[in-house]
């Protein structure tokens, strides 16, 4: 006799899309609902993991008069909801040459003048789909303050919907990617491991294992990944492979 599965019925639910009404599964995220609905990503559908902010999504709910926002790859969808997608914002982003410039508070300020158009209304915080305290670090950066800034503007994910919501028209996160980029590349010391790394890849100390897997066909590389060993979930700090050649001594 067969094994029977047990038909799990899944809720439908309604939501609009561009205005049109769609019956949907409640479990599908927004992203997952609209192609359900028969709208197709072509392009810039990102990540899906959300990670990438290609895909910020503003939605009303039924009866409310609020606007929310969010990521449609994250974001569950819920009855009522009027969904529609954005196009990525087209906040100003300054040309420079980042070899060329300083790491100073004087250097953003020059780059980004408008910094200093904000009032502190904090809608940016308040729209954030990653809980990046905006105001904050725009606040660090207007003080000058360039390390606090790229450790507050660590979670942004550059979906621009801080920019979006700005009155004085402040790209937000054009200017926190700047601080983390000096802040990384300039200020904070050198570390050890990234340095020791580099100088065994120019000593040529992965070339048998890079050359190993260029060799491999496509069912080989998805085998090898597949049965990669991997860290168990509870591991402690001091967890290694057991094959250690590729880790630094
Ligand atoms: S698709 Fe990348 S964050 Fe949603």
């Given amino acids: ?89 087209p906040a100003l982003r300054a040309i420079y040459e980042y070899d060329r410039i300083e790491a100073t508070a004087e250097a953003i300020h020059q780059l980004y003048p408008e910094l200093f158009r904000c009032v502190a209304c904090n809608a940016c915080t308040k729209i954030c789909p990653m809980d990046v305290e905006v105001l904050d670090y725009v606040s660090a950066l207007k003080r000058g303050d360039i390390a606090a800034a790229a450790e507050i503007s660590f979670d942004c994910i550059q979906c621009g ?46 070339d048998d294992m890079l050359a190993k897997l260029l060799s491999m066909d496509a069912e080989q590389l998805k085998t090898a990944y597949t049965e990669r060993e991997m860290e168990p979930a509870m591991a402690d700090e001091t967890w290694k492979p057991s094959n250690t050649d590729g880790l630094l001594e």
């Fill in 1 to 89: 006799m067969g094994v029977l599965a047990e038909a799990v019925e899944t809720k439908m639910i309604s939501v609009y899309i561009m205005g049109k009404k769609y019956e949907v599964p409640e479990t599908l995220t927004i992203m997952k609902a609209m192609e359900y609905a028969g709208y197709q990503f072509i392009r810039g559908c990102g990540c899906r993991g959300g990670v990438c902010g290609a895909c910020s999504t503003v939605y009303r709910k039924e009866g409310d008069y609020k606007i929310y926002s969010g990521l449609a790859c994250q974001t569950v969808v819920e009855p009522g909801m009027h969904l529609t997608q954005l196009p990525f914002f």
């Fill in 161 to 206: 919907l801080c920019s979006s919501r700005c009155f004085g028209e402040i790209p937000q996160y054009h200017i926190a990617q700047l601080a983390r980029r000096l802040w990384g590349g300039k200020i904070k010391p050198a570390s050890p491991h990234l340095t020791a790394m580099v100088e065994d890849i120019d000593a040529g100390k992965y």
